[in-house]
């Protein structure tokens, strides 16, 4: 008697990205995803035209600007919220207070905890990964505002300085964790 060949776990990834971070997050998950047999749909939140239906699990990552998840990801939530508390689904947050490794959970993170206040999804699982600061891409009104905010947070303020705070082991975990979930 044959086996049927089991079927390749449907993922799909959207995000929002405002300097490419978020985006490289989602790209090294989605190469671990695949490299476990899972099909892996990889879209921006602004190129999404598929259906949620059609996934069997969801994987929804934001980076945050100015103490604000992308707006864009928001409204995606609140649109498919029914959907997505149905599914397998789990949500990325990518900010530079992360970058404090007491601040990389759902339960430490004041982004991640005011946002996950304010929407009817409850995903099942919830990470917070360190960014990218990098003044000279920064436009200059974004330059100074979050400057300001790395004055606040006694984070480095010099516009010369280009850290990438992202632990791509943390990142790697993640996805090995989800991809057996």
Known sequence: MDEKPKKATQILIIFASVDGMTQRICESIARVLQQDQSSVTLVSVDEYDAEIADFDKVLIASSIRYGKHHSKITTFIQDNATLLNAKKSAFISVNLVARKVEKRTADTNPYVIKFLKN???????????????????????????????????????????????????????????????
């Open 119 to 181: 929407i009817s999804w409850k995903p099942a699982r919830v990470a917070v990964f360190a960014g990218k600061l990098d003044y000279p891409h920064y436009g200059f009104w974004d330059r100074i505002m979050i400057q300001l905010i790395m004055r606040l947070t006694k984070g480095p303020t010099d516009p010369k300085t280009v850290i990438e705070y992202t632990d791509w082991d943390q990142v790697d975990a993640f996805a090995r964790s989800f991809s057996e979930w």
